[in-house]
């Protein structure tokens, strides 16, 4: 004999209606005084088992049943997902009316315009909102014992590299319990992505243009730190380079005491670079490059 315990959280003042659910077990055994050789020797127990009676929010006779779906399992940005919802009213007299569905996307996915299309036709779609990454869809009803189809695409950002892939929609309508279905769509960063490069150098600037020439040499084992954190030292010919770096606006800034004997250069054409950092726009999969000038602390070595 076999005991299922199953509990369900029943909220306050919510219609409750119980579900029984039978459960069968069986078991064998070899009984050591039999003879060996006699085939019937493995014992079986006769299945037996118990009934068990759980409690569910509202009517049996009203449920409601959502299935998510996609045209593809995995994806990467750049590319179009359809979503499928398929909505069941497994009622057998009652009407849901209305019908909610809210589907949450997850992170990087972008609905796109117009592309909601129902079935069957005419659809009976009254109102559609998207209202950041959640999606709106109101029905006027949903008969009984009938599917409701909803489809409709979204594009993969960069920014989706970073999501979980996973999206939950919900269906509700007045006297129904509510249903959930979950998604999850695996993210592959492809040949797109959020990050890009920054390179740059550090150099004696002896004429005070920003730009290095011929004679203006790299200066090593000078520290540049990102807005983001990480740090880089330059090498022997003043150069340096961070791959990977996540996509917008950066910030680099160079750790004058890195170098002792040397001070920013001061620029005669451009007032903006004349500051320890640099601000530069990096776009996904781009390049930018940030420069930094400086000078001896006492001109030596200047024109």
């Given amino acids: ?28 055994f070899d009984d050591p005084s039999d003879d060996p050789d006699d085939p019937n020797r493995r014992r079986r127990l006769a299945p037996d088992g118990n009934e068990t009676t759980i409690l569910v929010e509202g009517d049996t006779e009203a449920l409601l049943r959502i299935t998510k779906t996609a045209d593809k399992s995995a994806a990467e ?12 009213n ?14 949450n996307l997850p992170r990087g996915l972008e609905y796109i315009e117009n592309s909601v299309n129902t079935a ?10 998207v209202s950041g990454r959640q999606l709106n869809f109101q029905f006027d009803s949903l008969a009984a014992e009938s599917i409701m189809q909803i ?3 979204v594009t993969l950002t960069p920014d989706s590299v970073r999501g979980s892939g996973i999206n939950v929609a919900t269906a509700v309508a007045p006297g129904f319990p509510s249903a959930q279905a979950e998604f999850r769509l695996t993210i592959r960063p492809g040949i797109l992505s959020d990050c890009g490069t920054i390179i740059g150098r550090v150099f004696v600037d002896k004429n005070f243009d920003g730009e290095q020439q011929p004679g203006e040499a790299g200066v090593p084992n000078a520290v540049i730190y990102l807005d983001d954190g990480n740090r880089i030292i330059t090498d022997p010919d003043g150069l340096f380079s961070m791959a990977n770096v996540v996509s917008g606006n950066r910030v680099g ?5 890195s170098l002792p004997g040397y001070t920013l250069a001061p620029n005669l054409y451009r007032l903006e670079n004349n500051s320890q950092s640099r601000l530069a726009r ?16 006492y001109g030596e070595g200047q024109n």
């Avoid at 940005?77 to 069941?88: C, H, S, T, W």
């Avoid at 069957?120 to 909102?129: A, K, R």
């Avoid at 800034?253 to 005491?257: A, E, G, H, Q």
């Fill in 1 to 28: 004999m076999s005991t299922l315990l199953v509990y369900a959280r029943v909220p306050m003042m919510a219609a409750v209606a119980q579900v029984t659910i039978p459960n069968t077990v069986s078991g064998a």
């Fill in 77 to 88: 940005p750049g590319d179009v997902v359809i979503y499928r919802l398929l909505v069941e």
């Fill in 90 to 103: 497994l009622s057998s007299t009652n009407v849901a009316s209305p019908v909610t569905v809210v589907d």
């Fill in 120 to 129: 069957p036709t005419p659809p009976n779609l009254t109102s559609f909102t």
């Fill in 151 to 153: 489809l409709y695409a």
């Fill in 253 to 257: 800034v160079i750790d004058l005491s």
């Fill in 282 to 297: 990096l776009e996904p999969g781009g390049l930018v490059r940030m420069n930094f000038a400086v000078t001896p602390t």
